[in-house]
């Protein structure tokens, strides 16, 4: 009896096993197979269990499956694996090699954000019988304003140290008179009114401009190319933003310039030698090879351009290296200390360097203008081929030429007629007093067409408008019969190309020149002094708002070629949103 059990239960698994042998014939594909067909389908079906039961237990101990490079999610991995066979016999299976295992235990974090800030603090108050001189350098620097604006469009709150008052208000034009002739390579003028944030208050607002000369008639150009190629130049708003950037600058270059390419990554390379600049097609294909890759040795790079440009020095003609990066060295010579000798040694020969910036991540914006600073240069960011064309087309001219090199100016405030002042913005081109009228202390230059602007806020004596408190055993007094009819006298020292004494022009601002009906740039460069207060924490504007910045700068608009300052109003109510609220407050950039 129990064998005729077995033997049933045996019958009974050979029909069971049966059944399942013939619905795994059954497909349309499979139903005339011949038998050794069969046979192989089923040893088929069971490696194929075998295996799909080998990646369970593998997947024990994997969190993704990558197949041929292509990394899938833990969801996409357990699809990937059958779980039935219907067999068609075409080609064999892929070798095992062709899928590849890799352990992610996690999804990668983003990276971090390591853009780097030079440290500032506002400038301080001064109490007018105490420092009634203030001296500064020249600055025509812009990047700051552009990459602050790259972060207010990405949704970021962009850190204090990022903001340059300075870099803010020259990104705009305000329409200072030039000089009559070239006697002067500038001209200054002065313009005072009161304090939009508190009419207790006055602001004082110096600007130079330049003489201008035709594209035409700038002299011959050397240019180097300086460009990072590194891995962290791959991303969209790097090397192809830079690539065509400079495209644009090509179809500018003359007969008479000189072009070349250097590259850095790992190590420096010279893409383009020293080339007439009406060779388009040459240029344009050489900046069409760049591609990124590799570690970055600025270092290498800065040489080998230098190396360049003394190769090809036009004698009387411009000699510049134009450093495109992110400045994100991380090989060779990165001390920052090592570099800015290496730039300052090279500016003494003639040959200057323009930085322009790139990116978003690693930023490094401290080195970059600092960089700049060094090599008699100026430095601008890069966030938009627009401001590519404005950097690298429009202003160009201006950066090239020369037509006053160490430019200091020096403000004597009449202590009889203002209590105290400030200077908005400059903070790292403040020069002790003495360096005024010393020659060997180094000042920013200005170029053709190029303008200047500087603020400072005053408060006039017996206004009660006064910021710092009385003093207790402060002696010090107006001497009697002081002058009142001067508010303060300007001074500004500079030298022209290739001399190395320093030429002296002066400016009084008379009382009498107080208007209570301040020029559209005046209002204008206002706004902007006080948006960019704002983003540093709106500590010195008093009462005043995003809103008043706004409607002050749209009442002040005037003519916008170039939408720049309709620009501006949008950013300030975008910058509105993203600062002055309190709840989900946006994550800070470089933090």
Not at 442 to 449: I, N, P, R, T
Request: proline share 6%.
């Amino acid at each position: 009896r129990q064998r005729s059990h077995a033997m049933s239960h045996r019958l009974t698994v050979t029909l069971l096993a049966a059944a399942l042998l013939s619905a795994c014939q059954s497909s349309p594909t499979a139903q005339h197979a011949p038998d050794a067909e069969a046979a192989t389908a089923a040893a088929d079906a069971q490696l194929t269990h075998q295996a799909a039961a080998a990646a369970r237990s593998e997947q024990a101990t994997l969190d993704s499956i990558v197949v041929t490079g292509t990394r899938l999610h833990r969801g996409q991995a357990k699809a990937v694996m059958p779980t039935g066979h219907v067999y068609a016999p075409p080609a064999p299976p892929a070798p095992v090699m062709a899928m590849e295992y890799r352990v992610a235990h996690a999804p990668l974090a983003p990276p971090a954000n390591t853009e780097k800030y030079a440290e500032r603090d506002d400038n301080p108050v001064k109490r007018t019988l105490d420092e009634p001189v203030s001296t500064f350098s020249v600055d025509v620097d812009t990047g700051s304003y552009s990459n602050v604006r790259r972060m207010l469009r990405e949704g970021q709150r962009p850190p204090a140290d990022a903001v340059r008052a300075e870099e803010f208000i020259n990104y705009f034009r305000y329409g200072h008179a030039a000089p009559t002739d070239r006697s002067r390579p500038f001209n200054v003028t002065t313009e005072l009114a009161p304090a939009p944030w508190n009419a207790k208050r006055q602001l004082l607002m110096v600007g130079i401009k330049g003489y201008d000369v035709p594209k035409a008639t700038l002299p011959p150009a050397n240019l180097v190319f300086l460009l990072d190629t590194s891995g962290s130049m791959e991303s969209p708003d790097k090397l192809p933003l830079l690539r065509q950037s400079f495209a644009q600058l090509v179809p500018q270059l003359r007969r008479q310039d000189r072009v070349s390419i250097v590259v850095y990554a790992g190590s420096a390379g010279l893409v383009l030698p020293p080339t007439p600049g009406d060779r388009h097609e040459e240029i344009l294909a050489a900046l069409d090879r760049l591609q990124a890759g590799g570690s970055t040795n600025g270092g290498d790079g800065i040489r080998l351009a230098y190396a360049m440009a003394k190769q090809a020095f036009v004698k009387e003609g411009v000699n510049r290296v134009i450093l495109a990066t992110d400045g994100d060295f991380n090989v060779g010579t990165v001390s920052q200390d090592a570099l800015e000798t290496m730039v300052a040694d090279q500016r003494r020969s003639g040959i200057a360097l323009t930085t322009l910036g790139f990116g978003t991540g690693n930023y490094n914006d401290a080195l970059a203008e600092k960089l700049a600073d060094v090599g008699d240069g100026n430095h601008a960011y890069i966030d938009t081929l627009q401001e590519g064309r404005k950097v690298l087309v429009d202003e160009m001219q201006s950066t090239l030429l020369t037509i006053a090199r160490d430019v200091k100016i020096q403000v004597e405030f009449n202590p009889a007629v203002v209590s105290e002042y400030r200077l908005i913005g400059y903070e790292n081109r403040v020069l002790a007093n003495e360096d005024f009228a010393n020659d060997k202390v180094d000042a920013g230059d200005l170029g053709a067409g190029h303008e200047v602007t500087a603020l400072y806020e005053i408060t006039p004596v017996g206004s009660g408008a006064d910021r710092l408190p009385a003093l207790r055993y402060g002696d010090r007094q107006v001497a009697a019969g002081a002058p009142t009819d001067e508010v303060a006298h300007v001074r500004l020292r500079y030298k022209l190309p290739g001399q190395d004494s320093s030429r002296l022009i002066e400016a009084p601002v008379a009382r009498t020149s107080l208007t209570t009906q301040p020029s559209d740039a005046f209002r204008f460069a206002s706004a902007v002094a006080a948006y960019a207060d704002l983003l540093r924490g709106g500590q010195r504007i008093d009462a005043w708002d995003w809103r008043d910045v706004a409607r002050t700068a749209r009442q002040a608009g005037g003519r916008d070629p170039h939408g720049l300052k309709a620009e501006f109003i949008a950013l300030v109510d975008r910058a509105r949103r993203l600062v002055a609220v309190p709840d989900d407050a946006p994550a800070i950039a470089g933090e």
